[in-house]
């Protein structure tokens, strides 16, 4: 099964069922974050959030595996592999996605939760692709905190002090 998995390349470095894992976790923690999203009725709901956070997940997993790959063949490129690369390529991608999502209209800015939104699930694909369940969990959970209770606290106390100064 392994070789049939790699898909005509090497067996990958992982166990196939460690890379599975990684990339189910992210997906799941991304979903989390875009169901908020969803039934908020935001555009980047449920499935942009899930696929933001494995991508960015797959980009990690690949890059650990092509980093061993090369470690294993004792290539002279090794010096100019540097997986840190990868970790800023997501981020530059996903905040490009995420400006996307943010629309001003006059003085008005919406979007702006649902694009640091995008960005957290690539954070959390980035955790979970790299193996950290625990930054990626304790990541999830900090987003839903921020954009679930914070976003009461807004409604209740803060809209209503805004509307006061108009």
């Not at 875009?34 to 009725?41: F, H, N, V």
């Not at 494995?54 to 010096?79: K, Q």
């Amino acid at each position: 099964m392994e070789d049939l998995l790699a898909l005509g390349g090497n067996p990958t470095h992982e166990p196939f069922a460690l890379i599975a894992v990684r990339l189910l976790v992210a997906a799941v923690l991304g979903a989390l974050i875009g169901l908020e999203r969803e039934i908020k009725k935001h555009p980047a709901g449920l499935r942009t959030h899930m696929l933001v956070s494995t991508a960015a997940a797959s980009f990690t997993i690949m890059t650990f595996e092509i980093y061993h790959e090369m470690v294993d063949l004792d290539a002279d490129t090794i010096a100019r592999l540097d997986p840190i690369r990868v970790i800023e390529a997501v981020t530059a991608g996903v905040a490009f996605l995420a400006a996307g999502a943010i629309i001003r209209s006059g003085t008005d800015i919406k979007g702006l939760t649902t694009g640091a939104g995008l960005w957290m699930a690539g954070a959390i694909g980035v955790a979970a692709g790299s193996g950290f369940f625990s930054v990626a969990v304790l990541a999830t959970v900090l987003a839903l905190v921020i954009t679930m209770v914070l976003g009461q606290f807004e409604k209740r106390f803060l809209e209503n002090k805004h509307k006061d100064k108009r």
